[in-house]
């Protein structure tokens, strides 16, 4: 049950677009307390430069989770998200990142430069990198082979149709202790959506995660990804998500599975989609099929508006994202169930 005398503490866990989303679904519920742990691993595009040449973690995800959060509008949340696209040097870059970096210099740290940030974009809520450690990822295939860096298992040079079996950051890394108290303090957590292994399941990996979600008394949520993805998650059904979960976290310890009902996409893009060997999720789920098998949510939550690629942007993003009214109506839901237990 919450307690109505203060605020709701939500927790959006992961990284990228889909966590964007969330973040911005959960802004048009009034009263909630919200935190976004987010994961450090990206080290593709910008990400690249932030981490080899500044000595910085990942930007961009804490960039859109800023801005996802601003109560602001104003001409500085639009240069947040603003990619440089002309000459050499600086395309490819958004003046986000580019910020970030050099606040950290002028702050001493990349922890003040983050809180500091958040305080200029009036962020109504908690932006806390899942830890401060430099570290990088690892997946293993089902064929035995390795690929390092989450930019390389992102967009494959490789067979992206093999199934990834183990992934890892190399050094190991721990969970940053302000991230621990936004879990331990949460009274829902979302987990997704977005690129299964490379923005969810490596949060599950950071030492501690997975002890504090299964110690917190927080109601958690899994959301399904609307389009597979070569190199992460090639031909997944939904089952193939929950099955992938369930090897780094306990199923009987997730509240809820969240999947879209809406199977109708505008065929221009999914042929888009088809280019880059990705088909719609298909539902599968059955309560029965599986040990500890979560309740399962359909809603129809997917956008009918579609994201266009950015000038200068050389990374491959999604173009059909989840319904942000949609998935607040969601969360009110269950906030709603929660307060009436």
């Known amino acids: 049950m919450l307690n109505q005398e203060n605020p709701v503490h939500v927790t959006a ?8 989303t969330v973040l911005r679904a959960l802004t048009e519920i009034p ?6 742990v987010l994961n450090t691993f990206d ?5 690249q430069v932030m981490r080899d040449d500044f000595g910085l973690p990942p930007t961009s995800g804490i960039r859109q989770a800023m801005v996802a959060l601003s109560s602001q509008e104003s001409l500085l949340k639009e240069l947040f998200s ?15 990142n580019l910020f970030l970096a050099a606040a950290s210099d002028i702050c001493g740290s990349p922890r003040q430069a983050i809180k500091k940030t958040a305080e200029l974009l009036s962020v109504q809520g908690h932006i806390l990198p899942i830890t401060y450690e430099d570290a990088r990822l690892v997946a293993t295939y089902e064929d035995g082979s390795e690929v390092h860096g989450e930019h390389a298992i992102d967009e494959p ?9 183990k992934i890892r950051t190399e050094p190991t890394v ?3 202790a302000e991230a621990m108290a936004a879990i331990q303090a949460s009274d829902l957590i979302v987990l997704g959506p977005g690129d299964l292994y490379t923005n969810t399941l490596t949060n599950l990996i950071v030492d501690g995660i997975v002890e504090a979600l299964i110690d917190s008394k927080a109601f958690i949520l899994f959301i399904i990804n609307l389009m597979t993805k070569y190199g992460d998650a090639y031909n997944y059904r939904a089952s193939d998500y929950v099955l992938d979960l369930s090897r780094f976290f306990p199923l009987e310890r997730v509240n809820r599975i969240l ?7 505008p065929e221009d893009v999914l042929s888009l989609y088809q280019a880059e060997q990705a088909i719609p999720v298909l539902d599968d789920l059955d309560e029965t099929s599986m040990p500890n ?4 949510m359909r809603r129809p939550i997917v956008s009918d508006q579609l994201v266009p690629r950015q000038p200068g942007d050389i990374l491959k993003r999604s173009m059909i994202r989840h319904d942000v009214p949609a998935l607040a109506m969601v969360f009110k839901e269950i906030l709603t169930e929660l307060s009436n237990q």
Do not use: C, W
């Open 13 to 20: 866990l992961g990284g990228g677009t889909g966590t964007y």
């Open 31 to 36: 009263g909630l307390d919200i935190s976004a």
């Open 293 to 296: 098998m979560p309740p399962v």
């Open 157 to 165: 040079k490789h067979d992206g149709k093999l199934r990834i079996t």
């Open 174 to 176: 721990s969970i940053d």
């Open 259 to 265: 999947i879209n009902s809406e199977t109708v996409y």
């Open 43 to 47: 080290d593709g595009g910008s990400n």
């Open 82 to 96: 603003y990619r440089y696209h002309r000459g050499q040097g600086l395309s490819g870059m958004t003046f986000g």
